[in-house]
């Protein structure tokens, strides 16, 4: 029953330094997505994907990259972390009927730039 | 400015009271969902309301779509200590399904 599954949980990284987010899902899911939470702010979307080979911006994709090259994986990257960005990200799949579908989420990275 | 507004914020209550949470937008939503979330876990769906006016009732919690689709609310009944979490709403509008967006959610603590 893996579900959603994030990696790392916790990270820690200077400014100006790369990372990836990994996401994984078990449940054949083809929409893929990223938030980021932060306090009073609710959680909002970074970037989403329909299925392999499309991906599309949401609400602060900026400092974001993402691919989708299988329907399993959709890695985060962060190429030159600020401490804006200094936040908890989760990954959500959403089960195949459209706008009603249920959104399951991994259990977060928490991600700290000095 | 986010399209979704919660409140209140923080509600901390007595074990037994009731209580409501409000999910209020300018924008018509195709559809809403609650979620709940508990420290150091990611959200876990709760309910999707569709229809304008629709009513779900889950246990003590009841949901209500507003009849214009911009608004929901949460009542809970006897709030118990185990209904302490943040709970947020999110929506998806028909310009873009693929985009769901969350409110600030209502953090709620029930005192025993």
Same mark, same amino acid.
């Given at each position: 029953?893996?579900?959603?599954?994030?990696?790392?949980?916790?990270?820690?990284?200077?400014?100006?330094?790369?990372?990836?987010?990994?996401?994984?899902?078990?449940?054949?899911?083809?929409?893929?997505?990223?938030?980021?939470?932060?306090?009073?702010?609710?959680?909002?979307?970074?970037?989403?994907?329909?299925?392999?080979?499309?991906?599309?911006?949401?609400?602060?994709?900026?400092?974001?990259?993402?691919?989708?090259?299988?329907?399993?994986?959709?890695?985060?990257?962060?190429?030159?972390?600020?401490?804006?960005?200094?936040?908890?990200?989760?990954?959500?799949?959403?089960?195949?009927?459209?706008?009603?579908?249920?959104?399951?989420?991994?259990?977060?990275?928490?991600?700290?730039?000095? | 400015?986010?399209?979704?507004?919660?409140?209140?914020?923080?509600?901390?209550?007595?074990?037994?009271?009731? %209580? #409501?949470?409000?999910?209020?937008?300018?924008?018509?939503? *195709? !559809? =809403?969902?609650?979620?709940?979330?508990? $420290? &150091?876990?990611?959200?876990?769906?709760?309910?999707?309301?569709?229809?304008?006016?629709?009513?779900?009732?889950?246990?003590? %919690? #009841?949901?209500?779509?507003?009849?214009?689709?911009?608004? *929901? !609310? =949460?009542?809970?009944?006897?709030?118990? $200590? &185990?209904?302490?979490?943040?709970?947020?709403?999110?929506?998806?509008?028909?310009?873009?399904?693929?985009?769901?967006?969350?409110?600030?959610?209502?953090?709620?603590?029930?005192?025993?």
């Amino acid at each position: 029953n893996a579900g959603v599954t994030q990696t790392p949980k916790f990270q820690v990284l200077k400014t100006g330094q790369s990372m990836t987010l990994q996401c994984a899902q078990d449940m054949n899911h083809e929409y893929m997505s990223w938030y980021r939470q932060d306090p009073g702010m609710g959680l909002r979307l970074i970037h989403y994907s329909v299925g392999a080979g499309i991906t599309d911006q949401g609400e602060v994709p900026n400092g974001y990259n993402v691919s989708r090259s299988t329907t399993e994986d959709f890695p985060l990257r962060l190429l030159s972390a600020a401490p804006s960005q200094t936040s908890v990200y989760f990954c959500a799949s959403r089960s195949p009927t459209g706008n009603t579908g249920e959104l399951f989420f991994g259990e977060g990275s928490r991600l700290t730039v000095l | 400015t986010q399209l979704l507004e919660q409140s209140p914020q923080f509600l901390s209550i007595q074990e037994g009271e009731n %209580l #409501t949470v409000y999910c209020n937008s300018s924008s018509v939503f *195709s !559809s =809403l969902q609650w979620y709940r979330q508990e $420290p &150091g876990e990611g959200p876990v769906l709760l309910v999707t309301v569709v229809t304008g006016g629709e009513v779900k009732k889950l246990k003590r %919690l #009841t949901f209500q779509f507003g009849d214009a689709r911009k608004d *929901s !609310s =949460l009542h809970i009944t006897a709030a118990q $200590p &185990g209904d302490t979490g943040l709970y947020l709403c999110a929506g998806a509008q028909r310009r873009n399904f693929n985009k769901f967006y969350f409110g600030s959610g209502t953090k709620l603590n029930v005192k025993p």
